[in-house]
């Protein structure tokens, strides 16, 4: 599949999620476990450097040639009435601050479902959730598209 927008600021947040926890274990580990964490902040500063490079190439690309890629989602099993629910999202800079939030609150919910202390019930409930935050995410993504989309045909006029 051909990355869009969307997709791609969707790896970005996941990146900076990732980053943001990385930081935090560094600070509470010490020996062998800390140089383990330091070796893999690198190796997520690599990925980062290179996903912000291909996010300005894939601007600069919609902008000459005036078309953005798009990936229709096809997804059929969530629930008619939990799509397309991520309100008005009128700006790319907005759309890029909500998919963020949106892959924070996803992980949290991960980390929740990860919990070994809890009933198979609880875990899914935040199933449930976890469905629900995903899908939003996934309009999130195409909504940064078609404000990109929009964004290059002003720009044509």
Do not use: C
């Not at 969530?78 to 909500?98: C, F, H, T, V, Y």
């Amino acid at each position: 599949m051909a990355e869009t927008l969307g997709s791609l600021i969707d790896k970005l947040s996941i990146k900076s999620i990732r980053e943001f926890y990385l930081g935090r274990m560094l600070r509470s580990k010490k020996g062998a476990s800390r140089q383990h964490l330091q070796d893999k902040r690198v190796i997520l500063k690599r990925q980062k450097k290179a996903l912000l490079a291909e996010i300005e190439q894939f601007i600069q690309t919609a902008h000459q040639t005036g078309t953005v890629l798009k990936d229709e989602k096809l997804k059929l099993y969530n629930k008619p009435e939990q799509m397309n629910r991520i309100g008005k999202i009128s700006s790319l800079s907005r759309g890029i601050d909500a998919l963020t939030k949106k892959n924070f609150e996803l992980w949290q919910l991960e980390d929740e479902a990860r919990k070994e202390d809890v009933s198979l019930a609880s875990i899914g409930r935040v199933k449930r959730k976890i469905d629900a935050v995903n899908q939003q995410r996934n309009d999130l993504m195409d909504r940064i598209d078609q404000l990109l989309e929009a964004e290059l045909k002003k720009k044509k006029r």
